[in-house]
């Protein structure tokens, strides 16, 4: 049965092609190994060269565990010899054990002050919204020094809620100058592209967006760099968290398990590199009726605090669907100051307050215990 399972594994990974060399990876000699265990357990050993696009590692992931009776996979990747990368045509190599290729290292950017990522499982839950309404609240005072970087290339929707759609950031000194909205300095692909322009990366472009906004852009001296990410766990995650040194990520779900169980994921992925998880914010948590105060909960009701409890991590926000939050983001003037005694803008001023006191004390590497 392992047999079986090892030749359909193998099958399905001639699938994958790798385009600096024409031929699928297993005829490439990428795949090195691959063994199954007795419960379905895959691993794969798989010569990854410099030149090789990095996303050939989740395509062969992707590709094994589509096939039928695969419980889970395990990649061990390894650097192939050369400037040519792994496969055929590198460089042979001894027959040793081979080595991990080593991540390539975040730099410390000091004047990027504490860089977070705020990311969702999936899309749809008001990531961007928590994003700008957060900026705002951390630079309400006038004195924290606060940057959005719109990072999310397949949607960059930052522009449109800040009111700077039309705007195209200046070049001075060989250095992209961020546009000022609402004392908050902002960088985004919809300011730099058309509207109409579609976005078809790969891996490598997107890394060499993130890469030049954070060192290409006059950020000057922040407080905060807060990152909108497109949902899920891909290229542009992985991007961030081998440029910069990124002090934590919040985690922004709603109330409904389908999103719960994506944003789980999502912060599985920030563990797993080393970056820590300051907390969960539940968006659209309830809808506030503006004529009666009621609480009505629209789309189910628990899962910020169950996904919040199964991490040991704290829920730091339940921010209400108000009516007037998504009508203010299409003016580009966030709730926080349009409206600051509504309860969405409480809510996002209380995260503001919970958010510098999880980073100061990650910072610190004092333990967290969930509240």
């Known amino acids: ?10 099958s399905a990974l001639r699938a994958v092609m790798n385009p600096r060399l024409g031929e699928d990876v297993v005829a490439s000699g990428m795949v090195e190994d691959v ?11 798989f010569t990854l060269g410099r030149e090789d696009p990095a996303t050939l590692v989740r395509e062969v992931r992707l590709a094994a565990q589509a096939v039928p009776g695969v419980r889970s996979v395990k990649m061990q990747v390894t650097g192939g010899g050369g400037a ?55 630079a309400k005072d006038g004195v924290t020094r606060v ?19 039309e705007q195209k950031p200046a070049v001075a000194n060989g ?9 908050v300095k902002v960088i985004s692909l919809g300011n730099l592209v058309e509207r109409d322009q579609a976005a078809i990366w790969r891996g490598p472009i997107i890394m ?33 968290v081998q440029s910069v040194q990124v002090a934590g990520a919040l985690i922004v779900t709603t109330p409904q398990e389908v999103a719960v169980g994506d944003a789980l994921r999502g912060a599985k992925m920030f563990e797993r590199v080393g970056v820590p998880v300051l907390g969960i914010v539940e968006n659209m948590s309830y809808f506030h009726c503006p004529h009666c105060g009621e609480r009505t909960d629209i789309f189910s009701s628990g899962g910020g605090q169950r996904l919040a409890d199964e991490l040991g991590l704290p829920l730091l ?22 409206e600051p005694d509504s309860p969405a803008a409480k809510a996002f001023a209380a995260l503001a ?8 004390a990650a910072a610190q590497r004092l333990p967290i215990v969930a509240s």
């Open 208 to 240: 060499k967006i993130i890469q030049q906004f954070l060192g290409d852009v006059d950020w000057g001296q922040l407080d905060w760099l807060l990152v909108d990410l497109p949902p899920g766990t891909g290229d542009a995650q992985l991007s961030l």
């Open 147 to 165: 940057g959005v970087m719109d990072a999310d290339v397949y949607g960059p929707n930052i522009p449109r809620m800040l009111g700077i759609l």
């Open 35 to 45: 063994t199954v265990g007795g419960d379905g357990e895959v691993k794969i050993a």
């Open 84 to 138: 040519g990368g792994g496969g055929r045509g590198a460089q042979q190599q001894p027959a040793t054990t081979p080595k991990p290729v080593p991540a390539p290292t975040a730099r410390e950017l000091p004047h990027l002050g504490k860089v977070i990522a705020v990311s969702s499982g999936k899309g749809g839950v008001g990531k961007s919204t928590v994003t700008v309404n957060l900026a705002a609240a951390l």
């Open 1 to 10: 049965m392992a047999g079986d399972l090892e030749a359909q594994v193998r």
């Open 317 to 338: 926000a339940q921010v209400p669907l108000q009516e007037r939050v998504q009508e203010l983001c299409e003016t580009g003037l966030p709730v926080v100051l349009a």
């Open 353 to 360: 307050a919970a958010l510098a006191e999880r980073a100061a």
């Open 175 to 183: 250095q992209i100058q961020p546009i000022a909205a609402h004392g």
